[in-house]
């Protein structure tokens, strides 16, 4: 249920992954969890039952030895996934979280979250962050809407249950301007797709517009190779919908030299992506890290 960050704090600030479900039905078909430990694919998820006890007796422990942690929710499995509506899981994690005055930094694709925006204001007002934290950070819920591209009709194809980008950027922006920390992780950023200079530029143009107060970009990784993997699924919607592009796309993902498939691109290729994310945030005035000046991963 909780897995320790190690080391020093990522660029996510986390001190804890938690994930309220396992597996995840938006269905992204460059997720990394396709093929993965985490599920055989995203065609299917698992609900934790005993969820809400586990995040007490967790939360109670820390809260009784004043011990302060940067929680995330959302690194392997939307917590806001459709079946959210119903169950409320995440919702009763939250209010758990506000019972024990607990930060949270959520990771979503979903505009869904506006539903627990009467909770996450009671945490921005009464939470505590690390020590460590306190001096940087002006609010004690962080929002991270994820994105791999903000054209809706790529989107469909890439992430077919997810909600669009443009609702997304709508929520993102509702959110900033409740006085959340909001920003934007933009990965992975699609080969070929919305990786150009223009892509770039115009997807931050638009996050700089709906209020976004940082942008951590991350270069596409595929994994696995049998047909539920990522790297598959992939090629797969490649050949179907992009086909000029993928002799491309596998190449960069192919050692040439020691003719194997890589799990990641050259680092010519993601330091060149970053630079480019680098100088449009900054033209637009947008951080690429959650704290600004610090643990940035360009
Ligand atoms: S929303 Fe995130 S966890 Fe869910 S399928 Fe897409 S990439 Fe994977």
């Known amino acids: ?19 309220p479900y396992s597996g995840c039905s938006f269905d992204c078909i460059y997720c990394y969890i396709n093929g993965s430990k985490y ?3 995203t065609n299917s998820f698992y609900v934790k039952s005993n969820a809400i006890n586990l995040v007490y007796t967790f939360l109670k422990r820390l ?19 459709d079946i959210e509506k119903d169950l409320n899981l995440t919702r009763e994690i939250l209010k758990t979280f506000l019972r024990f005055k607990n930060p949270v930094h959520i990771i979503t694709k979903s505009d869904l979250i506006l539903k627990d925006i009467d909770i996450l204001d009671k945490i921005n007002e009464v939470a505590i962050l690390p020590d460590d934290l306190k001096d940087n950070l002006n609010s004690k819920v962080i929002i991270s809407f994820s994105f791999s591209t903000i054209d809706d009709e790529i989107a469909k194809i890439m992430e077919p249950n997810a909600p669009l980008p443009s609702d997304r950027l709508k929520t993102m922006k509702k959110l900033s301007n409740k006085g959340f920390k909001v920003g934007a992780t933009f990965m992975p950023i699609l080969p070929f797709i919305s990786d150009s200079g223009d892509d770039l530029k115009e997807a931050i143009f638009e996050f700089s517009k709906n209020n976004c107060q940082y942008v951590i970009p991350g270069a596409m990784s595929l994994f696995g190779n049998n047909d539920e993997s990522s790297r598959i699924k992939y090629y797969n919607a490649i050949k179907k919908y992009f086909p000029e592009y993928l002799d491309k796309t596998e190449n960069l993902f ?30 637009y005035n947008i951080s690429t890290t959650i704290i600004k000046n610090k643990l940035s991963k360009i």
Request: glycine share 6%; aromatic share 16%.
């Open 1 to 19: 249920m909780f897995n320790k960050s190690k080391g020093k704090r990522g660029f996510f600030l986390e001190d804890y992954t938690l994930n």
């Open 39 to 41: 599920a055989d694919n």
């Open 63 to 81: 809260y009784k030895n004043n011990e302060r942690a940067l929680l995330n929710l959302g690194s392997s499995s939307d917590p806001y996934m």
């Open 254 to 283: 192919y050692d040439k030299k020691s003719l194997v498939k890589k799990e990641y691109p050259s680092n010519k290729y993601q330091n060149g992506l970053y630079k480019k994310v680098r100088k449009y945030c900054s033209e």
